[in-house]
């Protein structure tokens, strides 16, 4: 895919999000740059820094977004690193922080990357190629209760157990390759949906490819960095696409806006400590109806937005 066919969700509520007279602006999750292109037309004064872990995504942006000329400028690196990319490239803070926790649709349609299981392929998952582990490797390398501890974790799948067994039957007798589309329905097959229970090779494959990128712990890492990397009146706005993202940068930005510390039992706030920031929307953002019918993948897409005071 070299054209720019992958539609960012919630583009219009991200402009708006950064509607603030930002000057410095980084997105953490360019992809092919459909978010910091509508930026960059919207807001005339504004520079963008775009990182990326997938070196092919970062050339496509890189070409897409060149005739903005020297007010973008991408570099290939996880937004966990921001603190220090920031401070080797001696820009200080920012003043809007943009993250679109989701895949593009150039990932999930490359075969060789494993993401999706709509067609044959390697279980890959890895974002970007300097990882070390695939998604097949911990597949194979790890035992039948860490498999089902994956799948409970970070897929929150209810026969994990079941699955787990199966797959790593199926693996020890080598019946199974290593190929995305057939792990899937081996999922499947042990455990089979019913009704509108989500896809259990949905949930597997998300619990996954979290694990091969580490994607909680480097939102957990960029989380704690806001305070830091925030210039006062600086945003932060986030789209998650599932509950254990969503609950993390919800958890996060409540405490940012609250700032007490004190167990609620405690009756007056002995911490001392205040709130650092603000919540731009109380309740969470999500795509409109007639946006969901245009681009499917919007439906489980949640905007929040937080202000540094």
């Known amino acids: 895919m070299t054209s720019y066919e992958h539609v960012s969700v919630l583009g219009d509520e991200v402009v708006r999000a950064f509607d603030i007279g930002a000057a410095f602006l980084v997105d953490g999750t360019l992809g092919l740059g459909g978010h ?106 790890s035992s039948e209760s860490e498999v089902a501890d994956i799948f409970r974790t970070y897929g929150e799948e209810p ?13 020890e007798a080598n019946q199974l390759p290593n190929d995305a589309w057939q792990v899937a329905e081996t999922i499947r097959q042990a455990a089979p949906a ?37 210039s006062p009146g600086g945003r932060a706005a986030i789209i998650s696409f599932h509950s254990l993202e969503d609950r993390r940068v919800k958890t996060v930005f409540h405490q940012a806006a609250k700032g007490c510390i004190c167990p609620p039992h405690v009756p007056q706030c002995i911490c001392g400590q205040g709130p650092w920031a ?15 019918q245009e681009n499917p993948r919007a439906r489980s897409a949640k905007l929040r937005i937080l202000e540094k005071l």
Not at 59 to 82: H, P
Not at 121 to 132: A, C, F, K, Q, V
Not at 278 to 292: D, F, G, H, P, T
Request: aromatic letters at 6%.
């Open 36 to 141: 910091s292109e509508r930026l960059l037309e919207r807001y005339p004064n504004l520079r963008i820094l775009g990182l990326d872990w997938d070196a092919d995504a970062l050339g496509i942006a890189r070409e897409r977004l060149k005739r903005f000329g020297d007010r973008f400028e991408c570099v290939e690196g996880s937004f966990a690193e921001l603190p220090s990319i920031l401070s080797h490239g001696g820009r200080g803070t920012i003043d809007g922080l943009l993250l679109d926790l989701g895949l593009s649709s150039r990932q999930l349609l490359d075969t060789d990357r494993g993401f999706s299981f709509l067609r044959p392929g390697p279980l890959d998952m890895r974002m970007s190629r300097s990882l070390m582990t695939t998604a097949w490797q911990i597949l194979t390398h």
């Open 194 to 230: 019913y009704g509108k229970r989500i896809d259990a090779a949905t949930r597997c494959f998300q619990a996954l490819r979290i694990v091969v990128n580490q994607e909680l712990g480097n939102l957990d890492r960029i989380l704690g960095s806001l305070k830091d990397v925030l």
């Open 278 to 292: 603000k919540l731009v929307n109380r309740k969470v953002i999500v795509a409109s109806e007639e946006e969901m």
């Open 159 to 171: 026969q994990a157990r079941k699955i787990a067994r199966f797959l790593k039957e199926k693996i």
